[in-house]
């Protein structure tokens, strides 16, 4: 499933941006959906999923409280609402779509990307 990630920009501290991830040519149902970013000089890590079925929502430590993943049918669409923003948040953000459960993505490498959404928080 190829999908892009939009809605990137340059924020404030503090500030909220939205992301959205969307597919092209297929539906998003059967799949739960990640979100990754990677930093400048850092490897890309897992933030936040969003499941199949029953959308259960699950998010990294450094962003719990602070994101909130969801995702609309009618739309094929999945959002990252990301609130609160810091410096750290900085990154090119990705979306991933994968079978597996949410709890499996986190730990999975993938080798095949779309194209990401930088994200820059600075003042």
């Known amino acids: 499933v190829q999908l892009q990630a939009s809605g990137g920009g340059l924020v404030q501290p503090g500030g909220s941006l939205r992301l959205s991830c969307a597919a092209f040519?297929?539906?998003?149902?059967?799949?739960?959906i990640s979100w990754f970013r990677q930093a400048p000089g850092k490897e890309r890590e897992w933030v936040s999923c969003?499941?199949?079925?029953?959308?259960?929502?699950y998010y990294a430590d450094s962003v719990e409280g602070r994101f909130t993943v969801s995702r609309d049918v009618p739309k094929n669409t999945v959002y990252l609402q990301m609130d609160s923003l810091e410096s750290e948040d900085t990154a090119v953000y990705y979306c991933?779509?994968?079978?597996?459960?949410?709890?499996?993505?986190?730990?999975?490498?993938?080798?095949?990307w779309g194209q990401g959404t930088q994200v820059t928080v600075s003042s």
């Open positions: 991933m779509a994968d079978r597996a459960f949410c709890t499996m993505m986190q730990r999975r490498s993938y080798d095949s």
């Open positions: 969003i499941s199949r079925g029953d959308f259960s929502t």
């Open positions: 040519g297929t539906t998003l149902d059967p799949y739960a």
